[in-house]
C-alpha cells in the first residue's frame, strides 16, 4: 500500500519527530525540522535473504520533551550541556571531518 509517507520519502521530504504526549516537536541542534530518511535494512537469515525491515532515521538531538525518558546516557547528556548558545544539543561535526560542531548552514555529507 503506497501512502504520503512513502511519496515523501521519494522525495526526500525532511519530517519532525514527535516523542511525547503533547507531540511536541524534536528538532536539530538549531530547532530547525531535522534531516530525515528512511533506509532499508535485511537480517539475511532467511534463503529469500529476508525478514527485510525500514528503519526511519532523523538528525535530531536528544529529547527533552518526554518526561518519560528517565535514562540518558553519557553521551545524550554531554549533547545537551555542552549546547552553546541558541542551540539545543551540540551540532555533530560533518562526515569525515575532524573539525568542530557543524555550523547551521552546513549539511552532513551522510545524507547526500
Known amino acids: 500500500m503506497f ?10 521530504y525532511d519530517m519532525w519527530v514527535i ?6 516537536l524534536v ?7 531535522p534531516k530525515t530518511r528512511w533506509v532499508a535494512h535485511s537480517k539475511k537469515h ?4 529476508g525478514p527485510s525491515f ?6 535530531v538531538c536528544p529529547s527533552l520533551l518526554n518526561p518519560k525518558r528517565t535514562h540518558w546516557t ?8 555542552e549546547a552553546e548558545e541558541g542551540q539545543q544539543c551540540k551540532p ?3 562526515l ?9 548552514d552546513e549539511d552532513d555529507g551522510d545524507y547526500h
Not at 516523542?19 to 511536541?24: H, I, L, M, S, V
Not at 532467511?46 to 535473504?49: E, F, H, I
Not at 525500514?54 to 538528525?59: P, S
Not at 569525515?96 to 547551521?104: K, V
Request: glycine share 14%.
Open 3 to 12: 501512502n504520503n509517507q512513502y511519496y515523501k520519502n521519494m522525495v526526500g
Open 19 to 24: 516523542d511525547d504526549n503533547t507531540c511536541g
Open 92 to 94: 555533530d561535526p560533518p
Open 74 to 81: 553519557e553521551f545524550d547528556k554531554k549533547c545537551v550541556h
Open 27 to 33: 528538532g536539530n541542534a538549531y530547532g530547525e525540522k
Open 46 to 49: 532467511t534463503k529469500d535473504g
Open 54 to 59: 525500514w528503519i526511519h532515521e532523523n538528525l
Open 96 to 104: 569525515g571531518s575532524n573539525t568542530g560542531s557543524r555550523l547551521q
